[in-house]
Nanobody
Framework: QVQLVESGGGLVQAGGSLTLSCAASPSTFTINAAAWYRQAPGKQRELVAGILSGGTTNYTDSVKGRFTISRDNAKNTVYLQMNSLEPEDTAVYYC?????????????WGQGTQVTVSS
């Protein structure tokens, strides 16, 4: 099986920045398409950003211009750079990715990492 290990969450003041990372474990897995979702208490989980194997990215309107999704294939890791954070960005952020090993595809989710933005 494949596990996505998330890190980088924490508490930050409004206007600050955080970078989340999502690494496939074991590292023998290769991440293809990947995305970051977030879920705040009492709200539905929403797609924040996505990146395809070829590098094409997409973002929900509320984070455009502030968040950047990227990948480092050598490290088999996906990142979410978050700038100009707002209290409304407070949520648990989840990494979702298709990982491949020996031609077999796995759809996996990270454990979630808390991002809290204070006003």
């Amino acid at each position: 099986q494949v596990q996505l290990v998330e890190s980088g969450g924490g508490l930050v003041q409004a206007g600050g920045s955080l970078t989340l990372s999502c690494a496939a474990s074991p590292s023998t897995f290769t991440i293809n398409a990947a995305a970051w979702y977030r879920q705040a208490p009492g709200k539905q989980r929403e797609l924040v950003a996505g990146i395809l194997s070829g590098g094409t990215t997409n973002y929900t309107d509320s984070v455009k211009g502030r968040f950047t999704i990227s990948r480092d294939n050598a490290k088999n890791t996906v990142y979410l750079q978050m700038n100009s954070l707002e209290p409304e960005d407070t949520a648990v952020y989840y990494c979702n990715a298709e990982a491949v090993l020996f031609g077999i595809r796995y759809d996996s989710w990270g454990q979630g990492t808390q991002v809290t933005v204070s006003s």
